[in-house]
Every structure is written in structure tokens, then in C-alpha cells.
């Protein structure tokens, strides 16, 4: 899996949008950006993931830029229940998920 | 989205005790699933790629003969500590391939802690 490298913590404000970057220079063509994250002594929970294209469920946004070097993910309207720690992952998609350390997400009321 | 499930959700024994976990995919089939172990204030750590009918693949550095592996069906496998003791404390937890969707889904994890 390519290494994937995101800021060790961020703040967000209860209602606005939270963007947590996530850097994968070395991530190859047919390698998925894979988003999860893990609240305080859960099992991680899947968000979204994409290829090229920019992707949007019900939880979340994923936007990949171009060159597929770095992604952003977006909670729209961010709530206490949004903190958390979130992972960011390149995967080709049928294989073991390596985990960094991740970003820990605290938003503020 | 797509359910897993652990059983026991925690667990206490003493050392020297065998403990079995239980990783369910309840609603879709999961020819592999993959153990992982956390401690605190880390990341998880990949321990095993569990295979259905087959052996599992173990990472670096896990002692297959301490944590013993079973996927004998599509939906369920088992990882069981031997022997455990107060350094396998930990959270271990599991997760199962969906591959129609391409997508991978954890358990709610297990607390194991070893007295």
C-alpha cells in the first residue's frame, strides 16, 4: 500500500465543515483512497472511498485532486459526534488495510 | 452499511488461559477476513489475513501457534489466544471483506485483557 501521511490532530467548530487533508505521493493507478475512522475504543467505521473521481454519501465528501497525490475528506456539518480518530488509507481495494497514525478529529462546541 | 460482529466484546482471564474471539460478517458472504490488534494510544496492527478454507497468512513478528486462526465458513471466523498472557492484552479487532462492493467493514472489537 502506498504510505499516506495526515496532520496528527485538527479542531473544527460544531456546525461548520471539517477538511482533513491526506498526502499519498506515492499512491499507484489502480489504488483506492480508503477513509475510516475510529471513535474512542470502537472498531473503525468506513466512510467513503474513491478512485479518481470525487465521491459523496450521506456521511461525507471525498475530493481527489488530479494528480491523485492527495485527497480531502469532508464532513459537512461537523457534530460532537464527529470526533474521533480518521483514518486515511491506499488500497488497491482486495487486500490488508495498513493504518497510519491518522488525524484526531476534535470538534468544538 | 454492511454489519460485523465480535462476541465476546470483552473478556478477563487469567495467565496461562486459551481465549477464543469471534468475527461474524452478518450480512454478506466473506471469503477473507483480517485480524488486527490496538494498543492504546496506538494505530491498528495487522496480525493475520484469515482465508476461508484455507490457512491464514500471518504478519511479521505473530506467532501463528499463539494465535490460532479458523475460517471455516463464509461468514465466520475465529482467532483464539493460547496461553495468554498480561503482554496480549489489547484490542483486537476484526474485519470483513465485502468483495461485490469492494469494501472492507470492522467489528465493534474485543477488550482482552489478561490478568
Known amino acids: 500500500d502506498a504510505k499516506t501521511t495526515q496532520p496528527p490532530s485538527m479542531d473544527c467548530a460544531e456546525g461548520r465543515a471539517a477538511n482533513l487533508p491526506c498526502n499519498h505521493s506515492?499512491?499507484?493507478?489502480?489504488?483506492?483512497v480508503y477513509w475510516y475512522r475510529q471513535i474512542h475504543s470502537q472498531g473503525p467505521q468506513y466512510i467513503i472511498h474513491g478512485l479518481k473521481n470525487n465521491e459523496t454519501n450521506e456521511m461525507a465528501s471525498l475530493i481527489i485532486t488530479e494528480d491523485r497525490k492527495s485527497s480531502t475528506l469532508i464532513l459537512p456539518h461537523a457534530t460532537l459526534r464527529d470526533t474521533a480518530v480518521y483514518y486515511c488509507?491506499?488500497?488497491?481495494?482486495?487486500?490488508?488495510?495498513?493504518f497510519g497514525t491518522g488525524t484526531r478529529l476534535t470538534i468544538i462546541p | 452499511g454492511a454489519v460485523v460482529s465480535q462476541h465476546p466484546s470483552w473478556v478477563i482471564c487469567k495467565s496461562g488461559t486459551s481465549v477464543k474471539i469471534e468475527c461474524r460478517s452478518l450480512d454478506f458472504q466473506a471469503t477473507t477476513m483480517f485480524w488486527y490488534r490496538q494498543f492504546p494510544k496506538q494505530s491498528l496492527m495487522l496480525m493475520a489475513t484469515s482465508n476461508e478454507g484455507s490457512k491464514a497468512t500471518y504478519e511479521q513478528g505473530v506467532e501463528k501457534d499463539k494465535f490460532l486462526i479458523n475460517h471455516a465458513s463464509l461468514t465466520l471466523s475465529t482467532l483464539t489466544v493460547t496461553s495468554a498472557h498480561p503482554e496480549d492484552s489489547s484490542f483486537y479487532i476484526c474485519?470483513?471483506?465485502?468483495?461485490?462492493?469492494?469494501?472492507?467493514?470492522f467489528g465493534p472489537g474485543t477488550r482482552l485483557t489478561v490478568l
Open positions: 488509507v491506499a488500497n488497491f481495494g482486495n487486500e490488508k488495510l495498513t
Open positions: 506515492t499512491i499507484s493507478g489502480n489504488e483506492y
Open positions: 474485519s470483513a471483506r465485502n468483495y461485490r462492493r469492494n469494501e472492507q467493514f
